[in-house]
């Protein structure tokens, strides 16, 4: 007669570590499918309603590639460096679904990194900063970026606040490379 596994015997340890990994896997999908039906709900027809605080939103006459393009290299002309991107289109894609162009540009410096750490620890799970191009239904794209001042406003330290001093910088920066992205 067949024994079922106990706490004590190897079988039952690699039954739970395969329980384990399967539990992370459809973690994994539940939460890629929430992600990718929440990118699917918006309609290109629809005008998209921006955030008015904190947000910096620019509508432009390029085209989505374009506007990827030139915001690289406007990225690489502030000595600044695209360290992730996400693009749900192109996910989508692969599985054969069509969606308005979309891709989220994570952009960076180490420099920056070590003097927000300095300041806080916390703070740092907001890097990379991002820019977020999307496509319009007229065959247009907008760009759009949080303020890095908005983003790291909760850090705080209150009156000598140097990360303030540092987000400020880095607004300029963003601003800075968004109008060398949307400049035509």
């Given at each position: 007669m067949p024994t079922l596994p106990t706490r004590e015997s190897g079988a039952w340890r690699r039954n739970q570590g395969l329980l384990a990994g399967a539990r992370q896997r459809l973690s994994t999908l539940f939460m890629a499918f929430l992600l990718f039906s929440f990118s699917l709900t918006s309609n290109a027809d629809t005008?998209?309603?921006?955030?008015?605080e904190g947000w910096n939103v620019v509508a432009t006459d390029k085209t989505y590639a374009d506007l990827v393009d030139d915001l690289r290299r406007a990225v690489e002309q502030a000595d600044m460096l695209v360290v992730t991107e996400a693009s749900p289109t192109d996910a989508a894609a692969r599985r054969g679904e069509t969606i308005p162009g979309n891709r989220v540009i994570g952009v960076f410096r180490n420099d920056f990194a070590?003097?927000?750490?300095r300041e806080s620890v916390p703070a740092?799970?907001?890097a990379p900063l991002r820019f977020y191009v999307t496509e319009n239904d007229s065959e247009s794209a907008t760009l759009s970026w949080k303020t890095p001042s908005a983003v790291f406003a909760p850090y705080g330290?209150?009156?000598?606040d140097e990360l303030a001093d540092i987000a400020s910088e880095l607004d300029e920066l963003f601003t800075r490379i968004a109008n060398n992205a949307t400049d035509n």
């Open positions: 005008a998209v309603e921006w955030p008015q070590v003097r927000i750490i740092m799970i907001e330290q209150g009156d000598d």
